[in-house]
């Protein structure tokens, strides 16, 4: 089964960029189209979303949604589905928080979008403080990924702190090695 944009978006061209605008108003949690699914990579790049946390699914005609911090949209990659964050207007631009959906970026970039939240360069969420992504919806691989780095983080560090108070031991009493 194709997907494809709904009549009631089209894509710009301006100055060699694309975006994807709507010809019709929607509210908050209104739905606005589904995620394509028909082609599944292991990979990220430019034209795909991270759907799982080795999934991603080329995008087609949403790949030209650019990103926003301070986005009007939800892409839920659990149900699949585009969602409006806010009323969204007649010829508005639809946006979303790329780290929402990405762990790692294939093409990291500066962001210059303005917003008095921005985080200035997007490359994942991997790359975020918490203290930042707990501001954003994040789908639910974002949130695995997040976890799992936490656990290693605590991980290491104790591991770390067993190793210097060892060392600390043994240069205050070298024959206790």
């Known amino acids: 089964m194709t997907i494809t944009i709904p009549s009631t978006l089209t894509i710009r061209t301006q ?3 694309r ?7 929607y509210k908050a949690g209104e739905i606005i189209c589904p995620i394509p699914t028909e082609s599944m990579s292991n990979k990220p790049t430019m ?13 087609k ?3 030209s949604m650019n990103h ?7 892409l ?17 631009e639809l946006t979303f928080f790329y780290p929402s959906t990405e762990w790692e970026m294939s093409a990291p970039f500066i962001c210059l979008c303005g917003a008095p939240n921005c985080i200035h360069v997007v490359a994942g969420a991997r790359f975020l403080p918490l203290s930042t992504l707990e501001n ?15 656990n290693n983080t605590e991980y290491l560090l104790t591991n ?3 190793d210097h108070i060892h060392a600390q031991i043994s240069k205050r009493n070298p024959s206790a090695s």
């Not at 034209?47 to 995008?59: L, N």
């Not at 926003?68 to 939800?74: E, L």
């Not at 839920?76 to 508005?92: K, Q, S, W, Y």
């Open 76 to 92: 839920d990659t659990t149900r699949m589905l585009v969602f409006a964050t806010r009323d969204i207007a007649v010829g508005e």
């Open 61 to 63: 005609e949403l790949a």
């Open 160 to 162: 770390m702190e067993r």
């Open 15 to 17: 100055n060699k960029f």
């Open 68 to 74: 926003s911090c301070n986005p009007n949209t939800i």
């Open 47 to 59: 034209y795909t979303v991270q759907i799982g946390r080795t999934k991603h699914v080329e995008v």
């Open 136 to 150: 954003y919806y994040l789908n639910r691989h974002i949130r695995e990924e997040m976890i799992e780095l936490l």
């Open 19 to 25: 975006s994807l605008v709507t010809k019709q108003a």
